[in-house]
């Protein structure tokens, strides 16, 4: 017989300690004596978990600025599936860059290639359990997505651990950044 991993191990532990104390008795008899049933069952749950979800690239922005006025000057989509395992947060300037302000920082938005947009921070917001708990120290920006407003202002969207929940805004590009802010991509 194979050894069972010392993580797997841990795995089930946790499982059998956290399961709730009130399964009422006819669910947990049907699912015991129906081990397929039982294990379609977790493998939904554990897939739930593990998929997180697609990005519709036509779906309506939830936070349209339209409305507002504003003019969208680019949108990424890309990649269509988004996850925990699939997106990471990085430094906006690297250190021993000078800081930018101004026309200069829209320039340096507009020309990062490995970008997320809105529709990822939007999806975020509704799949709050998703973000990893690391992120919660900084403003996750979006700089996929780019807006203009009438007066020609650009802004980005991003998404910020406050009381206990993330929320969403859109901060002014041309104002630069500071150490707490950083850029959501793909994972590599």
């Not at 009130?22 to 049907?30: F, K, L, P, Q, W």
């Not at 021993?96 to 026309?103: A, C, K, T, W, Y």
């Not at 807006?147 to 859109?170: A, C, L, M, S």
């Amino acid at each position: 017989m194979a050894e069972v991993p010392e993580w797997y191990t841990a795995f089930v532990g946790a499982v059998v300690a956290r399961l709730p104390r009130d399964i009422d008795e006819s669910t947990a008899r049907g699912l015991t004596e129906s081990p397929d049933a039982l294990e379609e069952a977790l493998r939904g749950l554990l897939s739930s978990v593990e998929a997180g979800g697609s990005i519709d690239a036509n779906a309506p922005f939830q936070n349209d600025k339209l409305t507002d006025g504003w003019k969208l000057l680019e949108d990424q989509s890309e990649p269509s599936q988004i996850s925990a395992d699939t997106i990471e947060i990085a430094l906006f300037i690297e250190e021993g860059q000078p800081d930018l302000i101004g026309e200069d920082m829209v320039e340096h938005v507009i020309a990062i290639t490995s970008k997320l947009g809105q529709r990822h921070a939007e999806y975020l917001i509704d799949h709050q359990d998703v973000i990893p708990e690391e992120f919660r120290r900084y403003s996750v920006i979006f700089p996929g997505t780019i807006w203009t407003d009438n007066v020609g202002n650009h802004y980005v969207p991003y998404i910020k651990y406050r009381q206990e929940v993330w929320t969403i805004d859109f901060g002014i590009v041309e104002g630069g950044v500071d150490d707490r802010d950083r850029l959501a991509r793909p994972r590599a």
